[in-house]
């Protein structure tokens, strides 16, 4: 048995044909959801890129505990668990995040990777003069659009891409081993993340809007508000993420190409998922993180293909969370058991017939809202009070995304907490936060608590009464307790949420 697992980031569910887009070029989506099975209820865990990982190697949440950050000592690893029990472990990637400080734990538990340089500001190229900005590179204007436009003179063509280098070298890996058994490869691409970032056969995919726009070059939206952007800057932005979605398109095309050359499918699993989404001026919003987190983040495509139930061109309702799933569907998969602290669920039943695996969903960034889902509903829990407190970080691996806490961080900012159950009696830092979230205002105004019919408002441009729903309020937010208790949460999530009374 094996297991071909592509992950995208920041892959937008309303921009494939199979969740009913119409105009984006995606024939090989397209081809991807007959051959699978679809999901329809699937939604992100911890947010954003980082937090994702961990929940995929642990199979469990982690946004209440901890922000972004390395693997923890204490951490079950699938890939490595795999690795231990002769399931030979391949990553390709080129997502850089693994090699900064706070994600340097993930990528050595397999046992071999292959990385890719130069997404975004990744400081690959070493260059001083920062090349004019010219026709074809990011609108922004700090140090890592500089580093940007030095990386992207250094990718002629689409061949010379990270993007196509990591699915290539995906692609040798079957190739290589496609005769042997008990192997798990994780093909991994930054990409469709901004900056969206391709050539000019791909935006000639979208020649009408291409040869009619007379605006300024824009393929890095910002982590803001829509501010200042023209209607015809904000569609820009679209079609340039829609560009790059056909070539991520064309890339699965070359890999699910393979598979039936190699003749994969009779005993392989197949697996194709993101870590969340990402906001293209929908609700005024850029990007991601900042605010609330629309269906356009969270609400996830998702496909898969098992070779034990053989189910293709059909889909599922379930509600299913693949960052945390996946790990205990993998272990599933190869006959391993889960580990006590893992709370995902494997996901084979569900795959085969639609089997329930829970009845709420939960999700958020740390500090963050607490979001609840039903599948139907969606209930965020923004901060009671506007200091967004208490609020800690528990770990012994004491990372932002690019460096490790500062001094200033953890001076008289720091003691010893109680093991937790996942923390395997390991005593743990609790580091306090000041509960603050980018911008330092008063986060209820960026996190406000709100209630949305999801099934009836997909685009939730309506929120609801919270008083006229209480029955809906009162269910989730049990359900929400319920899932909080069993990831033995801090008790301080349940007070900086309002979730306390619900205990």
């Given at each position: 048995?094996?297991?071909?697992?592509?992950?995208?980031?920041s892959?937008?569910?309303?921009?494939?044909?199979?969740?009913?887009?119409?105009w984006?070029?995606?024939?090989?989506?397209?081809?991807?959801?007959?051959?699978?099975?679809?999901?329809?209820?699937?939604?992100?865990?911890?947010?954003?890129c980082?937090?994702?990982?961990?929940?995929?190697?642990?199979?469990?949440?982690?946004?209440?505990?901890r922000s972004?950050?390395?693997?923890?000592?204490?951490?079950?690893?699938?890939?490595?668990?795999?690795?231990?029990?002769?399931?030979?472990?391949?990553?390709?990637?080129?997502?850089?995040?693994y090699?900064?400080e706070?994600?340097?734990?993930?990528?050595?538990?397999f046992?071999?990777?292959?990385s890719?340089?130069?997404?975004?500001?990744?400081?690959?190229?070493?260059?001083?003069?920062?090349?004019?900005q010219?026709?074809?590179v990011?609108?922004?204007?700090?140090?890592?659009?500089?580093?940007?436009?030095?990386?992207?003179?250094?990718?002629?063509?689409?061949?010379d891409?990270?993007?196509?280098?990591?699915?290539?070298?995906g692609?040798?890996?079957?190739?290589?081993n496609?005769?042997?058994?008990?192997?798990?490869?994780?093909?991994?691409?930054?990409?469709p993340?901004e900056?969206?970032?391709?050539?000019?056969?791909?935006?000639?995919?979208?020649?009408?809007?291409?040869?009619?726009?007379?605006g300024?070059?824009?393929?890095?939206?910002p982590?803001?508000?829509?501010?200042?952007?023209?209607p015809?800057?904000?569609?820009?932005?679209r079609?340039?993420y829609?560009?790059?979605?056909?070539?991520?398109?064309?890339?699965?095309?070359?890999l699910?190409?393979?598979?039936?050359?190699q003749?994969?499918?009779?005993?392989?699993?197949?697996?194709?998922?993101?870590?969340?989404?990402?906001?293209?001026?929908?609700?005024?919003?850029?990007?991601?993180?900042?605010?609330?987190?629309?269906?356009?983040?969270?609400?996830?495509?998702?496909?898969?293909?098992?070779?034990?139930?053989?189910?293709?061109?059909?889909?599922?309702?379930?509600?299913?969370?693949?960052?945390?799933?996946?790990?205990?569907t993998?272990?599933?998969?190869?006959?391993?058991?889960?580990?006590?602290?893992?709370t995902?669920?494997?996901?084979?039943?569900?795959?085969a017939n639609?089997?329930?695996?829970?009845?709420v969903?939960?999700?958020?960034?740390?500090?963050?809202?607490?979001?609840?889902?039903?599948g139907?509903?969606?209930?965020?829990?923004g901060?009671?009070e506007?200091?967004?407190?208490?609020?800690?970080?528990y770990?012994?691996?004491?990372?932002?995304?690019?460096?490790?806490?500062?001094?200033?961080?953890?001076?008289?900012?720091?003691?010893?907490a109680?093991?937790?159950?996942?923390?395997?009696?390991?005593h743990?830092?609790?580091?306090?936060?000041a509960?603050?979230?980018?911008?330092?205002?008063d986060?209820?105004?960026?996190m406000?608590?709100?209630?949305?019919?999801v099934?009836?408002?997909?685009?939730?441009?309506?929120?609801?009464d919270?008083?006229?729903?209480?029955?809906?309020?009162?269910?989730?937010?049990?359900?929400?307790?319920?899932?909080?208790?069993?990831?033995?949460a801090?008790?301080?999530q349940y007070e900086?949420?309002?979730?306390?009374?619900?205990?």
């Open positions: 048995m094996r297991v071909v697992m592509l992950m995208f980031d892959l937008n569910r309303h921009m494939l044909p199979a969740y009913g887009c119409d984006t070029h995606a024939p090989n989506f397209r081809r991807l959801a007959e051959r699978t099975v679809t999901f329809d209820n699937s939604y992100v865990c911890s947010m954003p980082m937090p994702a990982r961990r929940d995929l190697h642990t199979g469990r949440p982690n946004f209440l505990h972004w950050g390395p693997l923890e000592p204490f951490d079950d690893s699938v890939p490595e668990m795999l690795k231990n029990n002769g399931i030979h472990t391949h990553m390709t990637t080129d997502h850089y995040h090699f900064e706070g994600g340097a734990t993930y990528h050595t538990r046992q071999t990777y292959e890719f340089r130069g997404h975004e500001g990744d400081p690959w190229i070493g260059q001083v003069r920062v090349p004019d010219g026709d074809a990011a609108a922004r204007a700090d140090g890592f659009g500089d580093q940007d436009r030095i990386n992207r003179q250094h990718m002629p063509t689409e061949f891409q990270p993007q196509t280098k990591t699915i290539g070298a692609i040798d890996y079957i190739r290589r496609a005769k042997d058994d008990n192997w798990f490869l994780q093909i991994e691409t930054f990409d993340h900056p969206f970032f391709t050539h000019r056969n791909y935006k000639d995919l979208y020649a009408d809007h291409y040869r009619n726009y007379k300024k070059h824009f393929d890095w939206p982590y803001r508000k829509v501010d200042g952007e023209t015809e800057e904000i569609e820009h932005a079609f340039e829609a560009s790059l979605l056909s070539m991520c398109d064309a890339r699965l095309g070359d699910m190409d393979v598979m039936d050359e003749n994969m499918w009779d005993d392989t699993m197949f697996i194709v998922w993101t870590d969340h989404g990402f906001m293209l001026g929908e609700h005024d919003c850029w990007a991601k993180c900042w605010q609330p987190f629309y269906q356009e983040i969270a609400h996830t495509p998702f496909f898969v293909w098992d070779p034990r139930s053989k189910k293709q061109g059909e889909r599922r309702s379930a509600l299913v969370q693949p960052s945390i799933d996946l790990g205990p993998l272990l599933d998969f190869f006959g391993m058991d889960l580990t006590p602290d893992m995902g669920k494997p996901l084979g039943e569900t795959i639609d089997a329930k695996v829970r009845d969903a939960l999700f958020g960034l740390h500090g963050g809202h607490v979001n609840i889902t039903d139907n509903n969606v209930y965020m829990r901060p009671a506007p200091a967004n407190e208490p609020l800690f970080n770990t012994l691996m004491p990372a932002n995304m690019r460096h490790t806490f500062s001094p200033k961080e953890l001076k008289g900012n720091i003691e010893l109680p093991p937790f159950k996942h923390t395997k009696e390991c743990v830092m609790k580091i306090g936060t509960g603050k979230m980018p911008g330092g205002e986060v209820r105004m960026r406000p608590t709100m209630l949305f019919n099934a009836e408002d997909e685009s939730q441009s309506t929120p609801l919270p008083n006229e729903h209480r029955d809906v309020v009162d269910r989730l937010s049990k359900g929400a307790v319920a899932v909080m208790d069993e990831l033995n801090p008790a301080e900086r949420v309002g979730l306390a009374d619900y205990r």
